[in-house]
C-alpha cells in the first residue's frame, strides 16, 4: 500500500507537498477505510485552480519511466512549476508491504528525464543511480553484478534503473527481493482515469478501448442494465454485432440504436466508471478525478458507497461536492483539503476532536476547516 506521497517544483506545487495516508485517526466508525495503519479510501476537496488534478498527475508520475502502461504525457507540459528556478521536480513514495517499509525517491528535469533514482527497502538503500555522473549501485540479492552504467550519449539515456533491473536480474529469494517486487507489481496496478471535457486514463492497462464494448467483453451487460436501473435509468440493453465486432445497443419495442446514440453525457460517464470498475480487482491504487461531474447527489453518493466496499484497493477521489462530507459515508479523517500547496485531513485541520455525530459538512461551509 501506498502510505505516504510527497512531491515538490512540479507544476503548482513549488514547495514540498505531502499526502499522508499513514496518519489516520483511531475512529470507531467506517473503519473499513483503513487497513494495516494506513487509510485506503478518500476524498480530496479544493477551490478550482488548488491542485486537485496536479495531485493525480504528480502520484502517477511514477507510471511514465517505471511501467509501459498508458500514459498521458500531454497533460504533463508544463513539467516544473513555473514559480520556482529549481531545475528539476522531485517525488518520494512510501509504501509498506508486508510490514517491509519502501521507499523511492526520484528527481526529473520533465516527464522522462530522470536526474536520480533512489530507492531503499527496509531503512537500507538497495539501489542508487546518478544519470549526470552515470554512477550508481545496487545490492538485491541476485542484481549486484549488473552493470547499471550505460554506453548510450548522457543526454538519451533516461532509462530507470528501478527498470532495467526489474526486466534483466534474476533475483534470489529474499524479504527484500519480494517487497521490490510488490512495489514494481502495485505501480504496474496503478490506475488514474476522468471524464470530463474528454476522456483519458493513466496505467493499469495499455492502449485505447471502447468501454462499452469492454462491458460487452467481460459479459457484464446484464449487471450494467441493473446498475443503471438502480440509478433511475431504465434501458434494456443489448450487444449487438456490427461488422463483426460487439456493440452495446438499447432495445426499444420496434427498433434498437447505439448506446452512445442516446445516453446523456452522465449516463455515458457512468458507463466509463463502471468499465473501470469491473476492472478495479486488477488494481492496486485507483483515482478518479473529478469523479461526479455529471452526476447528482444521489448517484454521487452511490458510487462512493460502492468504492467503498472494493477491498484490497486504494481508492481516492477529487470532488466540488460537499454534499459527500458526511461521517455516514467516510469520516473525517478520510476528507482532505488542498489548498495552499497543502493537503490535509479534516481531523488535522480541526481544533476540537471530530466525532461520528458531528455534521461536518456544516462544519466545512461554516468555515471550521479553513486553517
Known amino acids: 500500500m501506498l502510505r505516504r506521497f510527497s512531491v515538490s517544483n512540479f507544476k503548482s506545487f513549488e514547495r514540498r507537498m505531502t499526502f499522508d495516508l499513514s496518519d489516520p485517526a483511531n475512529y470507531g466508525f467506517n473503519r473499513e477505510v ?19 488534478s496536479n495531485l493525480a498527475l504528480a502520484m502517477f508520475d511514477i507510471i511514465l ?45 520533465d516527464p522522462v528525464t530522470l536526474v536520480y533514482e533512489r530507492l531503499s527497502i527496509g531503512g537500507e538503500e538497495v539501489l542508487s543511480y546518478d544519470f549526470a555522473m552515470r554512477k550508481g549501485h545496487v545490492s538485491l540479492a541476485g542484481a549486484e553484478s549488473l552493470m547499471l552504467s550505460s554506453a548510450l550519449p548522457a543526454e538519451t539515456d533516461k532509462l530507470s534503473r528501478v527498470k532495467f533491473v526489474r526486466s534483466n536480474a534474476i533475483l534470489q529469494e529474499s524479504a527484500a527481493t519480494r517487497a521490490f517486487i510488490s512495489f514494481v507489481s502495485f505501480v504496474d496496478g496503478m490506475l488514474m482515469f476522468y471524464s470530463l471535457d474528454e476522456r483519458g486514463y493513466q496505467g493499469l492497462s ?90 447528482h447527489f444521489e448517484l454521487s453518493e452511490a458510487i462512493v458507497s460502492m468504492l467503498k466496499g472494493v477491498e484490497d ?28 500547496g497543502d493537503v490535509r485531513s479534516l481531523d488535522k485541520l480541526a481544533e476540537k476532536e471530530l466525532r461520528a455525530a458531528h455534521n461536518i459538512q456544516k462544519m466545512f461551509k461554516a468555515g471550521t476547516f479553513d486553517a
Open 65 to 109: 519511466h517505471l511501467t509501459d502502461k498508458e500514459k498521458l504525457l500531454q497533460k504533463y507540459y508544463p513539467y516544473l512549476c513555473l514559480d520556482s528556478k529549481k531545475p528539476m521536480a522531485e517525488f518520494e513514495y512510501e509504501f509498506l508491504f508486508d510490514g517491509v517499509e519502501v521507499v523511492y525517491r526520484y528527481g526529473k528535469t
Open 34 to 52: 483503513v487497513r494495516e495503519g494506513t487509510k485506503t479510501k478518500g476524498m480530496v476537496y479544493g477551490a478550482n485552480g488548488s491542485g486537485k
Open 206 to 295: 495499455v492502449g485505447s478501448d471502447s468501454f462499452t464494448r469492454g462491458i460487452i467483453r467481460e459479459g457484464k451487460v446484464v449487471e450494467f442494465q441493473r446498475f443503471l436501473s438502480a440509478q433511475g435509468i431504465d434501458y434494456e440493453l443489448v450487444s449487438v454485432d456490427v461488422n463483426g465486432l460487439p456493440e452495446l445497443y438499447c432495445r426499444f419495442v420496434e427498433t434498437s440504436v447505439p448506446f452512445g446514440s442516446i445516453a446523456s453525457t452522465g449516463t455515458k460517464s457512468l458507463a466509463l466508471y463502471y468499465y473501470w470498475f469491473i476492472r478495479m480487482s486488477e488494481a492496486s491504487l485507483v483515482f478518479i478525478d473529478e469523479f461526479d461531474a455529471f452526476y
Open 313 to 340: 484497493v486504494q481508492v481516492f477521489l477529487t470532488t466540488h461536492n460537499t454534499d459527500l462530507l458526511s461521517n455516514d459515508l467516510l469520516r473525517p479523517d478520510a476528507y482532505f483539503i488542498l489548498k495552499d
